[in-house]
């Protein structure tokens, strides 16, 4: 596991109070100042239990000492989540989500401003990066169910385009036919088009980025991720997992020589993407993903009772 890495998975993983069945938390408890009661006046955002903590997260990670926002905290804040508005606009938003004009913004203030400071936005997004049959949609599929978190699948995204018949479908098409990857600014694109169906909440994206280079322009788009969980398997568990999914799924690049090529691109983008997210400050959990689910699943339970000290649950 990658240095760094064991913090901030205590934010997203825990473990429930019932000792007899473990459940995951997998968003921090709200950092919120002691005697501050969290009230969402009527027409603002109704943010679900599960999703309000991903706010107040993203608001605690930019905010001073004292529990505000400054002018400063507000523009990192928003660069963080894709967000670069020019000085004048930053002043107005400033301005705007300073109702009581104390020259800083509260958690209260701020959850208030919500919609019209993440415009649409993730408060948090978090990579699910592996091989072709490694596990991430099923994964992801558990954490959704469990952990209060949304899901973009990458794959999915574009077979449904496929499946539509549209022009850009039909490019897309004969590119995962042979194992390749979509280019770097298609991909990118459609998932900012689909990540502004999950305002203000924690993200997974699933099968992303494929290449250093997507990386790099989700960065620019969309801002800094959160984490990184990124799942570890061997060529022979990934192909025969992608073998048996193509005869259960009738997957059409579920194929041996498909799922040859396209192991190949993995092993050849991988290494750099992972080293890029590295240097930017990414956090990397690595989880051994050639066991069984269950066994998956243990091992984030694990991180999350070995932190729980460092975690208010």
Known sequence: MRRGALYSIAGFVSTCRNTVTPRLLCTKSPRIPSGVELKMPAGTRAFMP?????????????????????????????????????????????????????GHICLQEFLVASDMLLAENPARCILIVGGPGSGKGRLCERLVAHCGVSHVSCGDMLRQEVQADTPLGREVSGIMQRGELVSSDLIVTLLRRRMRA??????????FPRSEQNAKDFESQCGVPELALHLKCTDEKMVERILR???LENRADDNPETAARRLRVYHDSSAPTLAWLEARGVPIVELDCNGTQENVWSQLLAIGRLMRGAVAV
Request: a negative charge; hydrophobic letters at 40%; zero cysteines.
């Open 198 to 207: 999950f305002p203000g909440k924690r993200l997974l994206l699933d099968g």
């Open 50 to 102: 599960a999703e309000l903590p991903a706010v107040v997260d993203l608001f605690s990670d930019h905010a001073d000492s004292a529990g505000h926002l400054n002018r400063d905290g507000l523009q990192r804040l928003l660069g963080s989540i894709g967000e670069r508005p020019d000085a004048e606009m930053l002043q107005q938003l400033f301005e705007a989500a300073d109702a009581d004009g104390s």
């Open 245 to 247: 999914r193509g005869q």
